[in-house]
């Protein structure tokens, strides 16, 4: 059955057959006190925020299918990197080049979407005076 955005929102209640966690559990099947669920298995996946990201434009609501885009992006990142790249996204904190250098890096980590985020930033940056010197 194909996914309708506009009539299979809640994902969780129309159409549970969509969503699982990371490790491939599906969500009927999932116990939070279940033997072997951790942390990490109850982190939504790509594939259920692009999901997400169709029903927000079939709403009318683009930005927030942008950021749901993004997630899913960034979603297979470590931790550790995502924290790095919010840190040089902060004022003042990053180069232009610094921040370019993150742009083709996610590029080349399939994220077109967080790049692209990440160079309107760079453009923005340099026109408020934001910019680490």
Do not use: C, K
Request: glycine share 8%; no cysteine.
């Amino acid at each position: 059955m194909a996914f309708d955005p506009s009539s299979d929102y809640p994902l969780g209640s129309r159409r549970p057959d969509l969503v699982s966690t990371p490790g491939g559990i599906a969500l009927d099947g999932l116990e939070l006190h279940g033997e072997g669920v951790e942390t990490a298995e109850l982190r939504a996946t790509p594939e259920t925020l692009r999901l997400q990201a169709e029903v927000a434009r079939g709403a009318g609501r683009m930005q927030l299918a942008e950021n749901l885009l993004r997630a899913a992006e960034l979603a297979v990142l470590p931790d550790e990197t995502i924290l790095e790249i919010y840190t040089a996204l902060r004022p003042r904190r990053s180069s232009a080049d610094e921040l370019t250098a993150w742009a083709t890096q996610l590029d080349g980590w399939g994220a077109p979407v967080t790049a692209a985020f990440v160079r309107e930033a760079v453009r923005v940056y340099a026109e408020r005076g934001l910019l680490a010197a």
